[in-house]
Structure formats: structure tokens, C-alpha cells
Nanobody, 126 residues
């Protein structure tokens, strides 16, 4: 069964950090572009950051540049999203997803992603 499972969410104070994990099973994660998305309460899901497998480049929204980074651990078939200096408006459910289409730079369009995890809750609050 092809599956992605996120973990690492929780409650963090403004300015704090979290590292989210996205573990794959049933396939090799390092064969695909991966994206991270989030959905805040009452809002639509938005793309946050993605990583292109061919060249390792990252595409992200402006608000997270310099604060969010993605890394891959191929031995663990896991991708991590490190989030620093978190802000309350970044509260939401965070999802990872993979795109079957290879050989192209990743984009933050959620309809291009084929397998999704169930998400992990991130709450930034005092």
C-alpha cells in the first residue's frame, strides 16, 4: 500500500521551531518531487514548500523563505520540514504529498500531487 504519514506536529510558542516528518511506505520517496501544504482553520489548503528530486532545488512561498527548509533521509525513506520562527497565522494542518510526474521542477499546485498524507496539526500560540 502506498502511504505517507506525517508526524511531529504540536503546540509551539510564537518564534519557536518544529520539525515535521513525512515517512513513505510502499514506494521510494526519493524518486519523486515532494510538497508540503497546510490548511488553516476556515481557509483553503495552500502550498508551502516543495522539493525537486532531480536537482534538490526548493520552491517555497515568500513568507517562509529563510525559515522553512526541507531535507531528505533516503535511508529512512523520510522527508523532513524544519520550521523556524513560527508565527500564529501558520497554525493549521500540515500535509506532505508526492507528485508522480518526474523530471520537472516542483510546483505548489496541489492538484499536481498524487499521494497525500493525512496531515499533522501545528498550533502556534502562547
Amino acid at each position: 500500500q502506498l502511504q505517507l504519514v506525517e508526524s511531529g506536529g504540536g503546540l509551539v510558542q510564537p518564534g519557536g521551531s518544529l520539525r515535521l516528518s513525512c515517512e513513505a511506505s510502499g514506494f521510494t520517496l526519493n524518486n519523486y518531487n515532494i510538497g508540503w501544504f497546510r490548511q488553516a482553520p476556515g481557509k483553503e489548503r495552500e502550498g508551502v514548500l516543495c522539493n525537486t528530486v532531480n536537482d534538490g532545488t526548493t520552491n517555497s512561498i515568500n513568507s517562509v523563505k529563510g525559515r522553512f527548509t526541507v531535507t531528505r533521509n533516503n535511508a529512512k525513506n523520510t522527508v523532513y520540514l524544519r520550521m523556524n520562527s513560527l508565527e500564529p497565522e501558520e497554525t493549521g494542518v500540515y500535509f506532505c504529498a508526492i507528485n508522480y510526474l518526474g523530471g520537472v521542477a516542483c510546483q505548489l499546485r496541489d492538484y499536481e500531487y498524487d499521494i497525500w498524507g493525512r496531515g499533522t496539526q501545528v498550533t502556534v500560540s502562547t
